[in-house]
């Protein structure tokens, strides 16, 4: 590598963060509006603004703010609709814990795990609502047109995104043991692609461009973009830093869920082995021993589970910088589209 070339990454490396502070900022301020303190305070609108306050890197919003930019379009343009992205991501998250059966969101508690499930399902319903209402709000700086385009846009990634979560809770369901990759990729697409980079890109092409043009192209740099991004986070879900990730590490393996490494490893063990891990995820969450969880990261590390989801991950990635190259040719330099491209990269090295 040239030392210019080295010079670039540094710099890409140091944008990602700064404009994830400077997006997310704007973005939390913003939010601010929603999460106002209102009644009934103790069993709904406290706990409404319990998991936005908590943290997080802010990029799905920050991705909206950026792409509407690199479009041509002032950030205020795109905010409504990063808020409303990011109320319904941890709408999204509520609910996901009390399926998953998870202890521990962003560092505490789940929600379910403080204040009960019936609470939280609850809660889960009104942040929904309440990005339903910022997506509404969009008018008022779009337009009522532009703002119905951007609505159904995000009609369509909510249900692709419970359609996705319907898939993976069935594979748990009926303890599905014959997944192939191509399954959880298709998985990953509905569950994680639509919403964490499909739906951001797409509706800031629409406030920058303001125009549907090339809109299904999005489809394919999100789906590489964000299938990487899942992958590495299922895998520092195994291997991360746990002062740094916020959710419990090996949770995944405690919930049972079809992770790239344990599709691989029921395909490569020997029948004996599963047996035993059919045995295993067959078991509610409450019965699995962290022996049977220490015995299954360990035939993931055995059988090359992890290299293996890493080696699709950089792939993923490869593939997204090179549908982006396409996708950004004709748009002028700027910060926002050397953040977008940079991102990529950034997924499979966060911690």
Partial sequence: MSVAERMTTVADAQLVPAMLEEYGDLTRVA??????????HRHLYNLVADYPRRGGRMLRPSLCIA??????????????????LELLHNAFLVHDDIEDESHERRGRPTLHALHGVPVAINVGDALTLLGLRALIDNRRRLGARLAMQVMEEAERMARETVEGQAIE???RRDNALHISDADYLNMVLKKTCWYTTIFPTRAGVLIGARSRRDLDRFVRF????????QIQDDLLN?????????KELSGDIWEGKRTLMLIYLLRAATDLERSRLSAFL???RQTRTLADVQWVHASMDRYGSVEHARQVAHA???????EYAGLSAG???SRDKRFIEALVRWVLERT
């Avoid at 939010?31 to 009934?40: F, Q, S």
């Avoid at 792409?67 to 409303?84: H, I, K, L, Q």
């Avoid at 999100?222 to 991004?229: E, Q, R, S, V």
């Fill in 238 to 246: 195994l291997e991360g830093d746990a002062r740094r990730y916020g």
């Fill in 331 to 333: 748009l002028r330099d």
């Fill in 316 to 322: 993923l990635a490869g593939a997204a910088l090179h």
């Fill in 282 to 284: 067959a078991q509610p």
């Fill in 31 to 40: 939010l601010c509006a929603y999460l106002r303190p209102r009644e009934p």
């Fill in 222 to 229: 999100g789906f590489f973009l964000g299938a990487a991004f």
């Fill in 169 to 171: 809770l069935g594979w």
């Fill in 67 to 84: 792409t509407a930019r690199a479009f041509g379009a002032a950030p205020e343009d795109a905010v409504c609709s990063a808020v409303a």
